[in-house]
């Protein structure tokens, strides 16, 4: 599971911004992950309090937003989500498309103190 790997990551990211910052405390973290993304957002929720026991983020919640995949068709630019469509354009068929959204993997916010 690499996801306790990245959740660890995240925690640096958001420590270094903590310091930064000179923040006292954090209550949440607010992640972005794409529905195409390699990351399992049940998993990434589950990893997480691994990730910060016994540190100083272990009261912090976690949010995690998904973000849809969504796609441009190249033949009539219909824009589209790719999953709920079977990856073909419900305008017109095709099956030739540019990404738009959905590969993301973010740390959208930081609300602290």
Known sequence: MHELGVVIEVVKTVR?????HQLTQVDTI????????????????EC???AVDQTEFAQTK??????????????????FSV???SST??????QEWGLL????????????R
């Open 89 to 94: 354009c419900p305008e017109c068929g095709s």
């Open 16 to 20: 270094r911004f903590v310091r930064q």
């Open 101 to 112: 959204s959905g590969r993301e993997f973010s740390i959208k916010e930081i609300i602290a």
């Open 83 to 85: 999953l709920h469509n």
């Open 30 to 45: 607010v992640l972005q992950i794409g529905e195409l993304s390699s990351m399992i957002p049940r998993y990434v929720k």
């Open 62 to 79: 976690l949010v995690i937003e998904i973000v849809p995949a969504k796609a441009i068709c190249k033949g009539c630019q219909q824009v």
């Open 48 to 50: 997480f309090p691994a």
